[in-house]
């Protein structure tokens, strides 16, 4: 089975994910500002629900299909891409907001957080990617049973990136008034994202299949 060394080590690559702006924290951090820290949780459940999804996926071999079709990683892999280019694009954009901006949206019903909270992070290319780039190299089929290791590196990506959204949930408000004090401080977390999102694109957008 896999070494304590190497469970953290994959936690450490977890915690990078969660922690590089994307769409499951700009959903989470809006709706905690708009409806508050119950419906930024709920949110999450939707979100982590999706994270059982890609992990399910993985461990099934459904990610060993798509790197064995050169024409379905490509797609996937532009696709991702380009979105992560959407989103930089829309914090560099004169009038782009931050993730910890208050922005006015619409109360929505607690099934509908979910239900969105889910879809975000289904179709999150920056999640597909991970386990896509990450999960098999971590795989030892010589220690035993393959599908189990993949469930426990799920389990832990799971773990690591649902704790964090957690944190970063019940802080929304208070980094939101410590940011809104200063505008040169939105301007900077607005750049700081774009930047960190357009690098991402172009790492994907250059990833070729091993």
Known sequence: MLTPAELGWFA????????????????????????????????????VL???????????????????????????????????????????????????????????????LFRMG??????????????????PQFLHPERGSVLVQSLVLGAVQIGVSGGVNVLIILGASRLTALLSRSAGWLRAQRYVMGSVLAALAVRIAFTEKT
């Open 12 to 47: 450490l690559a977890a915690l990078v994910l969660v922690l590089t702006p994307g769409p499951n924290m700009i959903y989470c951090v809006s709706r905690t500002l708009v409806q508050g820290r119950g419906a930024g949780l709920l949110s999450l459940a939707g979100v």
């Open 50 to 112: 999706g994270f059982v999804v890609h992990m399910m996926a993985a461990a099934l071999g459904l990610t060993a299909l798509l790197a064995a079709v050169p024409l379905a990683f490509d797609i996937i892999r532009l696709a991702g891409a380009g979105y992560l280019l959407w989103l930089a694009w829309q914090a560099f954009k004169p009038g782009g907001r931050a993730p910890f901006e208050a922005r006015p949206l619409p109360v929505d019903p607690p099934g509908k």
């Open 118 to 135: 889910f879809l975000t992070n289904l179709l999150n290319p920056k999640v597909a990617m991970f386990y896509l780039s990450f999960v």
